[in-house]
């Protein structure tokens, strides 16, 4: 007998199957970070722009090889033509003898020696017109490449021009500064989106022109300093005027609104909310154009391929001081020992300032995280958001798996959260963290806890309270951190209030009356409140003093913001917003968002009738609505709700209910499902909402309140929408162990088939086979998967069809017909292929391989399997992983390469017990021992034993303890202690007799027979 098995029985059994047929599979499989330029595989594009060099790329012209360039890095590359420019005296060189001007069309691996000037022989040219340039420095300085351009408008700039640039954007800064890390080659190569060891030869030229002076800094993260490079008195004046130059040269601009049109580069930061820098737009320009929205984009979201998201930051552009706080928060990253920090102060302190100045710092150096708490987020929500981190970052095992019916429960979820953070390495910021859910705050302080590993992750916490889940173990270790935010200092006061643009006199006037209270010196420096009040911080005050200047068109825009919470589009609050920002009620966020501070938010909210609070419910409740996004609907539905817009709220919820549903957001649309939320229509909930309700349960695992839910939609009207109901109950009741899941879910098939809903037939049917292949009805599991599989194929429905020909094989496996298993779940794998269900084919590939082990064709079933496991690892599916593992493990059985079989049943073991399928476990369990047995390891092997029985203990269906029995026979058969597998198979044999399932029982004797 062989050791090995398939995936598990039916798709739908215990709870939280790996890839359960009742949940579609996941549609947004979430990637690594797209790469901003074309693949390297485009054979359209030149072996130069294919090698990943972005400036090549941009021109769409080739270069000739540098005369110190190995021959391999340049490849193919062409030459346009070569113009011979005489360079200042100063500069030139030895002469030397040139060649001519090569044609577009003639290949050529040319050293460019006719041009001396370092800028001549650049690797990297960028489109400048070279009209505009003539008679310019550039034209007679050397910086100008000397490549033709067919494009009318564009911008030709070499790698020395941007590396100058680059220096000129950042010539304050000092040897001894932090930033100062930003002048290393590395950081220079990574803004400019340049090879290093371009910007290295660049950068060694400027060096010996006398334009560049070096100097060694520290670099956070580095245990050794770094060069870096400084303009010298003469680069600095090059720089300046280069600079005048490139920002006098047109070129066509994309404004935010899409529109396009040819400007000066010296316009471009009158169209953007932040001035840039020179440099990061110039190396922005693609094809002689430049989209601001993908430059804003790149600029706020991903920079050196680390996930940015801190849409919920505020980073005022008057921030000023905090240096030993910034200082704090750098040591807290550098150090490997602490996990998390607490940053605690008062309401307007500047909590959020001071972390989004420091976590700026951090931008292409690790992911970012940043997330606000309220009252109503829960441990879903928070683990939702940090799924979508680890998916941005490559690794989205967790998103595939929160798209997925749950299983395993709660501890699946954390595991592969753990799992996830230690390879992504993190730094989370929690803002608002003691408004958290109980729930939530749970997770967060699992998180911190210092005993799970979770690799170099750091957890900065913002709370305006000590937060009770920090324990103080962990602060007396040092685990944890704390740093408590006071008042600024009188020089920091007055500089904030200087950078506000507050008149002289009248600075120290504030400071005296405001102290050193941020949010206090904003409001009273920028005139939104008398200086008698500017110290009082409470909502009281700011209803009473901030909200009094602003005129009834501010209070509806500043009312509307604070009921949607959260960044807020500055289009829908209107005119009235850049006002509001002035006065710093409002703080800009991203490029058109902003957000309202807490303060002035209770302040609003308590100012606001009955009356008026509804109107701006419903208003954010469409603007929500005509966003699109699931989490936005919900948002749309709950506004609806609190406005009285009930009929709005039900219609938004049956239209866009099941996209809610599927995008994973059911823990956030269950509540606004409760008859609670409806109680003022002084209606019953409409039938459709109770269906929903039923599902949203059911994709939570909550299957008895599911159940429930379902039972109570039997009695609608609408046929469809009962029959449904009866289908969503018996795929609850089934998942529960329950009897009355058979019949449930016949009646649902003869209602559906009545109703000619054909594809939820096909469904129905397979969900019947899997009930009777569990129960050992063969010829029953073999009826319904064949009807299914027959009217999937009608209606074209290739994942119905394809999970019924894989049930078909699973049957057949069943029967020891190996080879007919491998054809049937060969032509599943081709059907379900074709659909992309990805979930689905490593169940398959799991499947195959274990067939091939039974059928001792080894080479191939390594093959399925190694593909299976990789597909299961990558979406999260503890299930097919456990049961491709144990396939691995029974292949290495089979080649009697004990020590290598152990690890992978062990690793099985786990997850069949994290999913709770107990058989499966006690399996692994039962070759575990024979394992140990062949290494001598008794006592490992008793254990192992003792821990099968407790599992088979644990295992409702009759079936399935018969067969974990019968491997344990089987284990202790071959390990040489056939009393004891004699008593296995004898408790097997009186199992199957009780159950009455006569195929197990011949299988039983069988076994009794080759052991006697």
Sequence with gaps: MRASVKVSSSG???????????????????????????????????????RGDPLASL?????????????????????????????????????????????????????????????????????LHSESLRGSPLASGGFKCPVELSTRVGLRVTLPDLCLLYLVDRADLQEDDRAAQEMTQDWIAQSLRARRSHVSRAMTRMVTRGLVKTAKVHVAGEPRRRLAYFLTDDGLRRGQELRRHVEDQRLSIIDLQGL??????????????????????????RGGRLDLRQFLDRQSRLKGGKVYDVREASAPAHFRGRA?????????????????????????????????????????????????LSPDTTDRDLVRDLAGLLASAGHPALADYLQRPPEGGKDLAITLLREGMALASPLLVIDDAQRGHREASSLLGELLRGDTPLGSTKILLLSRERLPYVRAEDLAR??????????????????????????????????????????????????????????????????????????????????????????????????????????????????????????IREA?????SSKDLAALHLQAGKILASGGTAEEIVGAIRHLLHGGGFEAARALAVERGDEIIQAGFSSTFLPLLDTGAWVATKKPLPPRLRLLRGEALFALGRRTEASKAFEECRGIRDPMAAAVARLGQGKAEFQRGSRTALPLLLDARNRLEGLGALRLFAEAQYWIGGIHEQAGRINEAREAFERGR??????????????????????????????????????????????GHRLDVAKVCTAIGGNFVELNRLAEAEVYLARATAEARTTGAIGVLASALYNLASMLYEKGDVAAMIPFHEEALASFELIEEHDRAAESAAWLAWGFWKRGQNDLAERHLRRAEDLIRRTREPALRVKALRHLGRACWRAGHRERSREYLTRALSEAQKAQIPSSEEEVKRDLRELS
Excluded: N
């Design 12 to 50: 739908p059994r215990s709870p939280g199957r790996d890839g359960d047929p009742a949940e579609p599979p996941p549609v947004d499989i979430r990637q690594h970070p797209p790469s901003e330029g074309p693949s390297d595989e485009d054979a359209g594009l030149s072996v130069a722009v294919r």
């Design 59 to 127: 021109l769409g012209v080739h270069r000739g090889i540098e005369e110190d360039e190995h021959p391999h890095d340049a490849g193919t590359a062409r030459c346009k033509e070569v113009r011979r420019v005489r360079p200042p005296q100063s500069w030139t060189r030895p002469h030397r003898a040139h060649r001519k001007p090569l044609t577009p069309h003639r290949r050529s691996r040319t050293v460019h020696r006719s041009l001396p000037s370092v800028f001549h022989r650049s690797c990297h040219p960028q489109t």
């Design 260 to 285: 396009e049109a040819e400007r000066r580069l010296y316009e471009v930061p009158l169209l953007l909310p932040r001035r840039p820098r020179l440099s990061d737009l110039v190396s922005s320009i």
């Design 324 to 372: 030993a706080e910034l200082d704090r928060l750098a040591s807290f990253y550098d150090d490997p020992k602490p996990r998390g920090l607490v940053l605690v102060g008062l309401p307007g302190i500047g909590k959020t300032a001071l972390a989004a100045q420091w976590v700026a710092t951090l931008k292409g150096r690790c992911h970012v995280l940043w997330r606000r």
């Design 478 to 599: 040092g685990r944890i951190w704390e740093l408590e935010l006071a008042d600024l200092s009188r020089g920091e006061a007055l500089a904030v209030l200087q950078a506000l643009g507050a008149p002289l006199e009248k600075r120290d006037v504030v400071v005296e009356r405001c102290g050193g209270h941020p949010l206090s010196l904003e409001l009273a420096g920028a005139g939104s409140l008398p200086l008698e009040g500017a110290r009082r911080t409470s909502a009281a005050w700011v209803a009473e003093e901030a909200l009094f200047q602003v005129d009834s068109g501010g209070r509806r825009a500043l009312g509307l913001a604070s009921i949607l919470e959260g960044a807020v589009p500055l289009q829908a609050l209107g005119s009235e917003s850049r006002e509001l920002l002035r006065r710093c009620l409002l703080r800009a966020v991203e490029v058109d968002k902003a957000v309202v501070h807490d303060l």
């Design 604 to 608: 609003v909210v308590q100012s606001l």
């Design 790 to 835: 027959a009217v999937a194929l009608d209606v074209g429905d290739r994942r119905w069809e394809g999970l019924c020909a894989y049930g078909i094989g699973r049957l057949r496996s069943k029967q020891r017909d190996f080879a007919g298993a491998v054809e049937q779940e060969s032509e599943a794998l081709a059907l379900l292929e074709r659909g």
